[in-house]
Nanobody, 128 residues
Framework: QVQLVESGGGLVQAGGSLRLSCGAS????????MGWFRQAPGKEREFVAA????????GYADSVKGRFTISRDNAKNMVYLQMNSLKPEDTAVYYC?????????????????????WGQGTQVTVSS
C-alpha cells in the first residue's frame, strides 16, 4: 500500500494559478502511475491527469489540457499538479491516487477503479 498526502489547495480568483502537491510513502513507485482526480459537489469523481513514475508518460483530461501540468520529483517522492488559468468550474476536492499496475506503451489509466490507493483530498475553490 502507498500512503498519499495532498496539499496546496485553497481559494483563488478565476485566471489565477495553484500548485497541488502529493507526497507518497510506503513502497517504491518505480513503474506505477500517479493520478489526480477531482470531485465537485453533486458530481461524480473525474479524471484530471496521470503520470508514469518511470518515464513521465503523461495524460490529461480534455477539460484541463493546456492549462494543467502534472510532474513528479523522484528524489522527493512527490507528484505535482500545476494549475493555470483556473476557472470556476475547476472548483472541486482534488485527490491524488496511485495505480499499482504496470502498463507498457502509452496507455494511462483514467478510471477511478483502476487506482489502488488514495489521498484524503485538498479543496480548490475558484471564484468568479
Amino acid at each position: 500500500q502507498v500512503q498519499l498526502v495532498e496539499s496546496g489547495g485553497g481559494l483563488v480568483q478565476a485566471g489565477g494559478s495553484l500548485r497541488l502537491s502529493c507526497g507518497a510513502s510506503g513502497r517504491s513507485l518505480s513503474r506505477y502511475y500517479m493520478g489526480w482526480f477531482r470531485q465537485a459537489p453533486g458530481k461524480e469523481r473525474e479524471f484530471v491527469a496521470a503520470i508514469r513514475w518511470s518515464d513521465s508518460n503523461t495524460g490529461y483530461a480534455d477539460s484541463v489540457k493546456g492549462r494543467f501540468t502534472i510532474s513528479r520529483d523522484n528524489a522527493k517522492n512527490m507528484v505535482y499538479l500545476q494549475m493555470n488559468s483556473l476557472k470556476p468550474e475547476d472548483t472541486a476536492v482534488y485527490y491524488c491516487a496511485v495505480d499499482r499496475t504496470s502498463y507498457s506503451g502509452s496507455y494511462y489509466p483514467t478510471r477511478g477503479y483502476e487506482y489502488d490507493d488514495w489521498g484524503q483530498g485538498t479543496q480548490v475553490t475558484v471564484s468568479s
